[in-house]
């Protein structure tokens, strides 16, 4: 599962295989109310279908991109909701190599994508710290997209140059590199709030905790999300 504690309010994703029974939330029984319906009680149901056209090249994708999305964005924007996907290549190791398994990890493909659905429903969960790895510039992201970054994640990516001196970068990603909570790895963290703050950001922002260093127990998730908490408290109020 994976445990992450907003700046406002909590979120938690609980991954789950059940096939029967039913999810209550401050006893209410939600399990068929419409996902649309869910986002006012501050939950939302973020599928992963990551595989649909794996083996299709990034041109072939984007070319399906609008028959795919249209409708959903569409859908969206009719009942004042916003779709916000994230950054994330997807590309850890040997089961997404060599090309990961989103689209969307890209300015060059961002751009490309909000031209073909230009709606302003659709923008950009934004974490900074897939831009370490990739040599990509996460502060000209937050200033060109502004108006495009709906939800900000909250996480860090640490390189060992080492590593990276010993494979290269068209090696597995983790080979050289580990997510860590904010303040443990690589992210300018004073810098990426000034760009946030300079654009006026006022969304919504989540801790996500993806360090392995503390998934020994549960308390070492709450003690990862004190932590990053306590660090963030240095810029954020």
Excluded at 73 to 97: H, T
Excluded at 199 to 208: P, S
Aim: glycine share 8%; charged share 25%; aromatic share 12%.
């Amino acid at each position: 599962y994976e445990i992450a504690s907003c700046l406002v309010g909590s979120e938690m994703c609980i991954r789950d295989s059940s096939k029967t029974g039913k999810v209550e939330f401050m006893g209410e029984d939600i399990s068929h109310i419409e996902s649309y319906k869910l986002l006012p009680k501050g939950l939302a149901h973020v599928p992963e279908g990551r595989r649909i056209f794996l083996q299709m090249t990034v041109e072939e994708n984007l070319d399906k991109f609008e028959v795919v999305w249209g409708p959903i964005v569409a859908y969206a924007e009719s009942k004042g909701v916003r779709i916000a996907i994230e950054n994330c290549p997807m590309l850890f190791g040997r089961d997404q190599w060599p090309g990961g398994q989103n689209l969307m990890c890209t300015p060059k493909i961002y751009r490309q994508l909000f031209e073909i659905i230009p709606s302003p429903n659709f923008g950009l969960n934004f974490d900074p710290s897939h831009y370490v790895w990739q040599g990509l510039d996460y502060l000209k992201t937050v200033y060109d997209f502004a108006d495009r970054i709906f939800h900000i994640h909250f996480k860090d990516i640490k390189l060992y140059p080492d590593r990276l001196a010993e494979c290269g970068v068209l090696a597995y990603p983790l080979d050289y590199m580990s997510p860590k909570i904010p303040g443990l790895g690589d992210v300018n963290w004073g810098a990426f709030i000034s760009a946030l703050n300079d654009i006026r950001y006022d969304g919504d922002a989540v801790i996500e905790v993806e360090d392995k260093a503390f998934e020994g127990s549960n308390e070492d998730i709450l003690k990862s999300i004190r932590l990053s908490k306590r660090y963030l408290d240095n810029y954020l109020i």
